[in-house]
């Protein structure tokens, strides 16, 4: 049973677009969504977190949009560049559990 | 600080036999968990360390084991292996402490081909 489905699998946006991906989950005791950035030959790095709490949080240029209602949460990337090109994840976690993933979106950003 | 570090780098074994894999912690880090990443797939929880034992496991047959010196670095030890165990093995870090959502910081992988 997958318990957090990203959408898309693969996305190709232009320079300066601004790339969504999608993640839904089903367990409601998760309280934890980080989103994590991997470049091949290496390990996910966390990009940013939220809590439920909230409905939105921005750094920099990376943005979560949480919807507890619809057990839905997503990740923006604003202006993006070639060097955002890379495979995200989204996960969720209840505290003290382990990290669950979705299955990745690989996105390329074209000049 | 050089953060998580995983040895080797890549590793090709054939069905049936056994191997090890090995990650140091980022220094202060105190926890370590291991994850099994398939092609084209997310990370997918094996198992966690803490205080030199198995703390959680995820969906694994006891063909996948593991151990956690005093040092803090672990290792994951496979045996038995299958065509299916060919996958990006990473070792993640973090501190069991008093934040619950402590962030886990990883390694860049082991690549084990199994032929």
């Known amino acids: 049973q997958q318990q957090v489905k990203q959408s898309p699998q693969s996305l190709i946006v232009q320079k300066g677009g601004i790339p969504i991906i999608n993640c839904a989950y089903e367990?409601?005791?998760?309280?934890?969504f980080p989103w994590y950035q991997q470049f091949p030959g290496k390990g996910p790095a966390l990009l940013i977190a939220?809590?439920?709490?909230?409905s939105e949080k921005k750094e920099g240029r990376f943005t979560i949009s949480f919807n507890k209602s619809a057990k839905q949460f997503s990740l923006h990337i604003m202006d993006s560049q070639p060097g955002d090109s890379a495979t995200y994840f989204c996960a969720a976690r209840q505290v003290y559990t382990p990290l669950v993933f979705g299955k990745g979106t690989r996105l390329s950003v074209i000049a | 600080d050089a953060g998580v570090t995983q040895s080797p780098t890549h590793l090709i074994k054939t069905r049936g036999q056994q191997v090890t894999l090995r990650c140091s912690p980022k220094?202060?880090?105190?926890?370590v968990s291991w994850y099994q990443q398939a092609l084209g797939q997310g990370p997918q929880f094996i198992f966690q360390y803490y205080e030199e034992e198995e703390r959680q496991r995820g969906n694994f047959p006891d063909r996948f084991s593991g151990h956690q010196f005093p040092n803090y670095s672990s290792e994951l030890n496979v045996n038995a292996l299958l065509l299916g165990d060919s996958a990006l093995y990473l070792c993640?870090?973090?501190?069991?402490?008093?934040?619950?959502?402590?962030?886990?910081?990883f390694g860049p992988g082991t690549r084990l081909t199994v032929l």
């Open positions: 220094s202060g880090h105190d926890t």
């Open positions: 939220i809590r439920p709490d909230v």
């Open positions: 993640a870090s973090s501190t069991l402490g008093t934040d619950s959502y402590n962030e886990q910081f």
């Open positions: 367990n409601t005791a998760f309280d934890y």
